[in-house]
């Protein structure tokens, strides 16, 4: 276990370095940089840059630089001083931007992962063990009526209500007078009454997936040979639902563990915006919009590396759990 | 028909001769019926079987796939998966206590059953290379069969499983059972199985095709071994299998399938001597046997199995019979040809 947990830890670093490169490479492939969208949105409002201004502006912001120079400059800033460069469109060191945005997607990340496994375990196992009964096709079809609903209209909707009956602003993560204020116990106090909305929202669609996924595991694990051999050694039918085949059944939901991250990043940003949600994912989205390449490619990285990150932590619990999987290694 | 051609092929290894069946009654079987309901009818898989397990004895249940033998055996342990059910008959099981106890009646998922499964009767599966949690070592998986039936402490299991793990002849026990299943050979993974049914000192063993899925050398191992179990704990054992080579090997009596139901029950050297039953003839014909010359072609039983779910009326085997005579044979009756020979054919006797 050792000696796989060192291997794996190695195997992250050429990983990590390939992915700073695909992001840095990723955020220069569109024609154009930043000064040119730039121009193009003055010039949209009737201003002009001259040649020599924009010439300027390019040298003192390095983008005349060839791309490995470039690329080498920011890659040792952000390793030897943790400096991911200036956001170009807000003038603001990228780090000042970074880490509230990713920290408050990290929490909603993980309260939703919570939210959804807290829901879709005990949901799936019921299902699975009560097949066909009543519950069992309430919950299938509750089941289906949440992955096919788009989740921003669900947001929408959500919003909406909550305007009509109850005269509530549910979008943001804070109140008003916490919005910008420096982080206080009334400021997470106000982050944790307001995280309930998008982390249902953002969860419905995971959960009604993974209620399926444990549902059909689990039915797999359960008519599987062994666990009749263990029937036929006389243990109760509590030890062989949860002893032996809801850890098997456990093991995809811990394998996605890596990519719940970029999923609802990915998945989760039409639905942050909408209730604006002060997350990685709207930010990210207008980064790429007007090519402010820096702060695009910090958060392409950070989200980058937080995959490995998941992947591997995901990969060692299966590891911890499975013994075909540490031992074969 | 000549006798030579129905030869019982002669015992190896440690094998002695049948014994006779003079030891107690441990587990009685009357008129036994599961049938599954599906939707597309019903499949009655078990339907009237009848059979008793002598202390020290080893009764032999044999029949082409699908003819109901495991279904039989999962019946009296009640573990018939659904949509099965047990639609009769009695399973009357005689404790250690010498109590005796009807299992068909028992709360499938209740205490008292429960109790008689794996300590009473164990049951090796068909397929014990699946038949391990494959996330737990084998020590686990046997100590916690020992510890449920016997209520022992964690130091007292572990060492009553290192016991039957030496027993079982599996070297280094201690290193074994903390090893997963993966990491053992079919033969290792064969004998922790049977190690873990004999964990209890069950009264009664019932062994579904244990070796198939082995090779021929480990095969004879395991049948040895069992053999010598058997003499040293006494127990009864019930071995299923469709190899007629292994009935001749390891029975003292025989019960033939067909179609779920039992068309011949005798003991072994009579079964193979004068078998009456032409499904049987039909059988030990379509064995090989030592001493014959390789030329020889071996003969398959004419026609297909029936479908399940459409049984053919009268006596099932009809349609694939050589002896088959219309109006004769449409309801052939469970009758004792000779002492404690039974056959179902309304040409018994004729046929021989
Ligand atoms: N879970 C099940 N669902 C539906 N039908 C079943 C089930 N298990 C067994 N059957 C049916 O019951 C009949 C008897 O099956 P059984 O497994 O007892 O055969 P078998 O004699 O053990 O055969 P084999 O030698 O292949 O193991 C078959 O027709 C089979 O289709
Ligand atoms: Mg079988």
Same mark, same amino acid.
């Given at each position: 276990m050792i000696a796989y947990t060192i291997q794996r830890l190695l195997l992250a670093i050429p990983t990590l370095f390939v992915i700073s490169l695909l992001s840095f490479v990723l955020i220069?492939?569109?024609?154009?940089?930043?000064?040119?969208?730039?121009?193009?949105?003055?010039?949209?409002?009737?201003?002009?840059?001259?040649?020599?201004?924009?010439?300027?502006? *390019?040298?003192?912001?390095?983008?005349?630089?060839?791309?490995?120079?470039?690329?080498?400059?920011?890659i040792?800033?952000i390793v030897?001083?943790g400096?991911f460069?200036?956001?170009?469109?807000?003038?603001?060191?990228v780090k000042?931007l970074l880490w509230e945005r990713m920290g408050l997607t990290i929490a909603l990340t993980l309260s939703t992962l919570l939210f959804t496994w807290l829901l879709a375990i005990?949901?799936g196992?019921?299902?699975?063990?009560?097949?066909?009964?009543?519950?069992?096709?309430?919950?299938?079809?509750?089941?289906?009526?949440?992955l096919?609903?788009?989740g921003?209209?669900?947001?929408?909707?959500?919003?909406?209500?909550?305007?009509?009956?109850?005269?509530?602003?549910?979008?943001?993560l804070?109140?008003?007078?916490?919005?910008?204020?420096?982080?206080?116990?009334? *400021?997470?106090?106000?982050l944790?009454?307001?995280l309930w909305?998008p982390m249902l929202i953002l969860g419905m669609e995971g959960a009604a997936g993974l209620i399926r996924t444990m *549902?059909?595991n689990?039915?797999?694990?359960?008519?599987?040979?062994?666990?009749?051999?263990?029937?036929?050694?006389?243990?109760?039918?509590?030890?062989?639902?949860?002893?032996?085949?809801v850890q098997v059944a456990l093991n995809p939901f811990i394998s996605t563990l890596g990519w719940a991250l970029p999923g609802l990043v990915n998945g989760g940003t039409i639905i942050s915006?909408?209730?604006?949600l002060p997350t990685a994912g709207p930010l990210l989205l *207008?980064a790429l919009?007007?090519?402010?390449?820096?702060l695009a490619g910090a958060f392409i990285l950070l989200l980058g590396s937080l995959t490995i990150v998941g992947t591997l932590i995901s990969d060692l619990l299966l590891a911890w759990i499975d013994p075909r999987i540490r031992?074969t290694h | 028909?000549?006798?030579?051609?129905?030869?019982?092929?002669?015992?190896?290894?440690?094998?002695?001769?049948?014994?006779?069946?003079?030891?107690?009654?441990?587990?009685?079987?009357?008129?036994?019926?599961?049938?599954?309901?599906?939707?597309?009818?019903?499949?009655?898989?078990?339907?009237?079987?009848?059979?008793?397990?002598?202390?020290?004895?080893?009764?032999?249940?044999?029949?082409?796939?699908?003819?109901?033998?495991?279904?039989?055996?999962?019946?009296?342990?009640?573990?018939?998966?659904?949509?099965?059910?047990?639609?009769?008959?009695?399973?009357?099981?005689?404790?250690?206590?010498?109590?005796?106890?009807?299992?068909?009646?028992?709360?499938?998922?209740?205490?008292?059953?429960?109790?008689?499964?794996?300590?009473?009767?164990?049951?090796?599966?068909?397929?014990?290379?699946?038949?391990?949690?494959?996330i737990?070592?084998?020590?686990?998986?046997?100590?916690?069969?020992?510890?449920?039936?016997?209520?022992?402490?964690?130091?007292?299991?572990?060492?009553?499983?290192?016991?039957?793990?030496?027993?079982?002849?599996?070297?280094?026990?201690?290193?074994?059972?903390?090893?997963?299943?993966?990491?053992?050979?079919?033969?290792?993974?064969?004998?922790?199985?049977?190690?873990?049914?004999?964990?209890?000192?069950?009264?009664?063993?019932?062994?579904?095709?244990?070796?198939?899925?082995?090779?021929?050398?480990?095969?004879?191992?395991?049948?040895?071994?069992?053999?010598?179990?058997?003499?040293?704990?006494?127990?009864?054992?019930?071995?299923?299998?469709?190899?007629?080579?292994?009935?001749?090997?390891?029975?003292?009596?025989?019960?033939?399938?067909?179609?779920?139901?039992?068309?011949?029950?005798?003991?072994?050297?009579?079964?193979?001597?004068?078998?009456?039953?032409?499904?049987?003839?039909?059988?030990?014909?379509?064995?090989?046997?030592?001493?014959?010359?390789?030329?020889?072609?071996?003969?398959?039983?004419?026609?297909?199995?029936?479908?399940?779910?459409?049984?053919?009326?009268?006596?099932?085997?009809?349609?694939?019979?050589?002896?088959?005579?219309?109006?004769?044979?449409?309801?052939?009756?469970?009758?004792?040809?000779?002492?404690?020979?039974?056959?179902?054919?309304?040409?018994?006797?004729?046929?021989?």
């Open positions: 220069q492939l569109p024609p154009g940089d930043f000064l040119s969208s730039y121009a193009a949105t003055l010039a949209a409002l009737g201003e002009q840059l001259s040649g020599d201004t924009l010439a300027l502006l *390019r040298e003192s912001y390095g983008l005349d630089q060839p791309i490995y120079v470039q690329y080498y400059k920011w040792t800033g030897t001083r400096d460069g200036l956001s170009l469109e807000w003038k603001q060191p000042a005990p949901i196992i019921y299902s699975a063990t009560h097949q066909y009964s009543p519950l069992d096709y309430v919950f299938t079809t509750i089941g289906f009526i949440g096919g609903v788009p921003f209209m669900l947001a929408l909707v959500v919003m909406w209500i909550a305007f009509i009956y109850f005269g509530a602003d549910v979008g943001g804070f109140s008003d007078q916490y919005k910008n204020a420096p982080w206080s116990l009334g *400021r997470v106090w106000d944790l009454q307001h909305v *549902r059909a689990l039915l797999d694990e359960l008519h599987k040979p062994y666990v009749t051999a263990a029937r036929a050694r006389g243990l109760d039918e509590t030890v062989l639902t949860y002893e032996y085949p915006v909408t209730l604006s *207008r919009q007007s090519q402010d390449m820096y031992l | 028909m000549t006798t030579e051609l129905i030869d019982p092929p002669a015992r190896t290894g440690s094998a002695e001769a049948p014994r006779p069946l003079d030891t107690p009654v441990v587990l009685d079987v009357k008129d036994l019926r599961t049938h599954f309901l599906m939707p597309g009818g019903t499949v009655r898989a078990v339907d009237g079987v009848s059979y008793t397990l002598h202390r020290g004895r080893t009764l032999g249940i044999v029949g082409e796939s699908g003819c109901g033998k495991s279904v039989t055996a999962q019946s009296v342990l009640g573990i018939v998966p659904r949509p099965g059910r047990n639609v009769g008959g009695t399973v009357t099981l005689t404790r250690r206590d010498g109590t005796n106890l009807e299992l068909t009646s028992l709360d499938p998922r209740g205490k008292v059953i429960r109790s008689v499964r794996g300590n009473e009767i164990a049951y090796i599966f068909q397929e014990p290379m699946s038949a391990l949690s494959p737990h070592t084998i020590g686990h998986q046997i100590t916690e069969v020992i510890r449920l039936h016997t209520g022992a402490k964690r130091d007292e299991a572990r060492f009553r499983a290192e016991t039957v793990m030496r027993q079982v002849g599996l070297p280094r026990p201690d290193a074994v059972l903390d090893r997963y299943p993966h990491q053992l050979s079919g033969g290792m993974r064969q004998r922790a199985v049977i190690g873990i049914a004999l964990a209890c000192n069950p009264g009664i063993l019932i062994a579904d095709e244990p070796t198939t899925a082995l090779d021929v050398t480990t095969e004879a191992v395991i049948l040895d071994l069992v053999r010598s179990l058997q003499k040293e704990g006494g127990m009864a054992i019930q071995f299923i299998t469709h190899n007629l080579g292994v009935i001749a090997e390891i029975a003292d009596e025989v019960v033939v399938m067909y179609m779920g139901r039992q068309v011949e029950r005798a003991p072994v050297s009579q079964l193979f001597h004068a078998p009456q039953h032409p499904y049987t003839q039909a059988l030990l014909r379509s064995m090989p046997r030592l001493g014959h010359r390789a030329h020889e072609r071996l003969e398959a039983i004419q026609g297909m199995v029936p479908d399940p779910y459409d049984v053919p009326p009268g006596c099932a085997f009809h349609t694939r019979c050589r002896h088959y005579v219309p109006g004769t044979c449409d309801s052939p009756e469970y009758l004792e040809v000779s002492p404690r020979h039974w056959v179902r054919c309304s040409r018994a006797g004729e046929v021989a």
